[in-house]
Structures are given as C-alpha cells and as structure tokens.
C-alpha cells in the first residue's frame, strides 16, 4: 500500500472496555482490513469526564458491559448481577453517549452510532413504539411509545392484560439488556399464574440475574417481582407463539449493517428466553430458512422485515434485530432492535450479503471503508 493510499485510509477509535472481547473482536478486524489499530477511548475515561478525540476520526460506540467499575459508575450499585438501578443507568449512559457525540463534534471526529438513535434503542418502550410507527411488525403492547400506559406495579399489569385480552406478556425492564429482569407471564383465571424469570430474590428483597431460567407458580411470587422492578420502568408485551426447531422454541438474531442483512443466527431454547447464556442453543439456519420456504414464505421478505427495523435508526451503522417467527414459519415479527446487537464470534456472513467469509465486525470495517471511498469519490475534483 503506497503512503498517499494509506494516510486516504479512515482512522478508527473506539470508545470501549480496555481488554475486552468486544474491543478485542473489534481490533482483530480492523487489523484484518489492513488497517493501524484502532485507539482504545476507555468508558471509565468517558465517564470521569476525560472525553477526547482527533480531528478525522471514525469513531466506533461499544458497550459498556462487563465491566465492575463501569456498572458501579453507571448504576450506582455494587454488584454487576443485581437488576435495579437500570433506570439510573440509563440516564448516565444515554448522557455519556451524548457527552462522546459533543465531544466528537468539538473535535472533527464522526461518529458510527447516533446518540438519539441509542437512547431509542435503549428503551424498549420508545423502540417499540418507533417501529410501530413505521410499519414493522411488532408485538401487541399497551405500553408502547411516548404516550404509552404507564406500569406502576403488578396491578397495573393485570389490568392491561385484562383490558387488552392478553392472557400471556412479556413483561421486560424498559432499559434492560440480555433478558435482565424479564418475566414471561401467563395468567388463566384469578390467582392462577406462572411465570419464568432469570431474576432471583435474596432473603433481604433484591434482586440478580441469573444464568438459569427458574418458574414461579403462584401470583404472590410473580406480583412481588414485577413490584420491585416496576420503579425503573416496564414495557410489556403480547408473548406471541413462536415457531419451534427440533421441539425448542426458536427465533433468530439478525445483524444489520449499513442497511443490509448480513449475518444471522438460530437461537433455541426450552424456555421462553432464548438467549445463549441463559441455556439457549444455536439453532440450524438451513433448517430454518428451507422450513420458511416450505411453508410458502419468503426467507428474504423475513430478512427485508430486519432490515426494515434497521431503517428505522439512519444513523447507526450496525444492529442487532430480534427476529420472531411464528408457529408454521409464516410469518415474523421484530421482537427487540439492539444497539450492540452484533457479538457473534466466529459467524460469517450470510449467502448474497455481501459479508461473505466476514464476522459482524468485519462487516462493519467492510462498511466504513465503503463509506470513505465514496465520500473521496464525492469530494474529487
């Protein structure tokens, strides 16, 4: 590569966890692409208001997860695992994400993720709401929305799925991630409930995450966990019945990049969650995508459904959709839409994606390259 081709190449930075898998992940694709290493900005750096950025930079917003000091700095608490707090947590998170955004600015940098399109996608209630809006299919929610009804407690619970005829919700932490507090509720008749949760209670009334999925039998036990999340914020939504692979409920996590479907991944379980860490499995794609085509469906219509969602964000290079197909395959609906949806290790891009042979991240550097090409062809002469 000459040096007039390589000072033409985007200079990357990353605001992101120092030794992380995401980082690492990240830095492994950029390096791939031939590429000088992208700089590191620390979130404890962000969040201690030691912002800064270069003048050119391309810069790429990571998770703040799975870090003890960020969790403490953005919730407040002193244990990774418990639950509440999520509503303090959002608001420092969705402030710092603007404070990088201004910072950006200040400096000349641009940024990969729009900090207006993050704190949408961090609330599940005004997520859904945006893709309601836009014509996505979604489940049923009371709570959708700037204006949506409000959930106070169990009561409130139970009176929506009442009024709106769903004897069976999810009821998820409004700023949650990774199935964190998210009860998968049925009810039949007064008294007459089950529940399953990856949220235990302590002896003291607080709340963890677990890595199992547990069931709760009567209406005291799911009443009092749905109370003491409620204080941070709860959307709920219609539990619709999803198709199922070798007898696992399925559904599937399709990552977005730049507009296009280019990776996708079959996620199964035996309990309502799917989630990999909580017991989840990967699924077959091929099974999935010929199952559709069988039952007279359209593997790309369900992709174009995904990349619908993504549209919704403009401004954000990369998603994660959460994609729900119901029973027989038909038909699907987007579950969640996730803002660092893509931590896939090892899974390539999909056939015709244009990722072929690319991890998510790859994908993403495939992206910004394609973005500066353009944008030095816009600026010739």
Request: neutral net charge; contains cysteine.
């Amino acid at each position: 590569m000459s040096p007039s081709a390589s000072s033409a190449q985007p200079r990357l930075a990353v605001v992101g966890i120092p030794g992380n898998r995401r980082v690492g992940l990240f830095q492994d694709a950029v390096r791939a692409a031939g590429l000088a290493p992208a700089r590191t900005v620390s979130w404890p750096a962000v969040l201690r208001g030691e912002t800064e950025f270069h003048p050119g930079e391309t810069v790429r917003v990571d998770s703040p997860g799975e870090d003890p000091e960020v969790d403490r700095l953005l919730r407040g608490g002193d244990d990774p695992t418990r639950v509440e707090g999520s509503a303090r947590w959002y608001a420092r998170f969705t402030s710092a994400v603007r404070e990088v955004a201004e910072a950006a600015a200040t400096a000349g940098a641009v940024l990969l993720d729009d900090p207006g399109d993050i704190a949408v996608l961090f609330d599940k209630r005004l997520c859904h709401g945006v893709l309601d809006a836009a014509g996505v299919p979604v489940p049923d929610s009371p709570t959708s929305g700037p204006d949506g009804a409000p959930v106070r407690g169990w009561a409130d619970v139970r009176a929506l799925m009442a009024e709106h005829r769903m004897p069976r919700v999810f009821v998820k932490p409004a700023h949650g991630s990774s199935a964190s507090g998210v009860i998968a509720l049925e009810t039949a008749g007064p008294g007459r409930v089950r529940a399953a949760t990856s949220v235990e209670r302590d002896e003291e009334g607080r709340l963890f995450n677990s890595l199992r999925v547990r069931r709760c039998t009567t209406e005291r036990e799911a009443a009092v966990l749905v109370d003491a999340l409620a204080p941070d914020g709860l959307h709920v939504e219609r539990w619709l019945p999803k198709a199922s692979q070798r007898g696992r409920v399925a559904d599937l996590r399709v990552v977005v990049v730049a507009g296009r479907a280019t990776h996708a991944v079959v996620r199964t379980s035996r309990s309502p969650m799917t989630n990999l860490h909580l017991g989840g499995a990967r699924g077959d794609l091929d099974h999935v995508r010929a199952a559709v085509e069988t039952a007279g469906g359209s593997w790309s219509a369900a992709l174009a459904v995904c990349e619908r969602a993504a549209a919704c964000f403009p401004d954000t290079l990369c998603v994660g959709v959460d994609l729900l197909p119901s029973t027989g395959w038909r038909r699907f609906a987007v579950g969640e839409v996730n803002a660092f949806g893509d931590l896939l290790p090892r899974l390539t891009g999909l056939p015709g994606s244009g990722a072929e042979g690319l991890d998510t991240y790859g994908a993403q550097i495939a992206a910004v390259l394609d973005r500066a090409r353009k944008d030095r062809v816009t600026e010739s002469p």
